[in-house]
């Protein structure tokens, strides 16, 4: 059974940094596309940042590229997400997902068809 365990969330001020991490387990990690969603009450779940699963490639929705850089570490089954120059609006909580199907990435719009696994979520709050 895959299970992906977010951590890393917290309040911070606006311009601050948080550094997100996702520890996958169950799956052949180095063989997926993993992502990062987040989400608002009411609201849709966002695309954030998407890694091949070499880490090869990086995509990142626009609100957030040149703030946001998406990484991971293969040998510790893990993906992180670091989140710079922070603002009130990237206020979410955030998901850590991997793909449905291996060595396959889908962007610039993954929708939820597109993940197969998806970890419980970390609240990120940014105040001003």
Sequence with gaps: QVQLVESGGGLVQAGGSLRLSC????????????????????????????ITWTGGSTYYAESVKGR???SRDNAKNTVYLQMN????EDTALYYC???RQRWRVVV?????????????????????
């Excluded at 987040?38 to 849709?44: A, L, S, T, V, W």
């Excluded at 120059?85 to 009130?88: F, Q, V």
Aim: aromatic share 14%; hydrophobic share 35%.
């Design 23 to 50: 520890a996958a387990s169950g799956l052949t990690f180095s063989t997926y596309s993993m992502y990062w969603f987040r989400q608002n009450p009411g609201k849709e779940r966002e695309f954030v940042a998407a």
């Design 68 to 70: 946001f850089t998406i």
């Design 85 to 88: 120059s922070l603002k009130p």
């Design 97 to 99: 997902a991997a793909g």
């Design 108 to 128: 610039p719009t993954p929708s939820s068809a597109d993940i197969g696994s998806w970890g419980q979520g970390t609240q990120v709050t940014v105040s001003s």
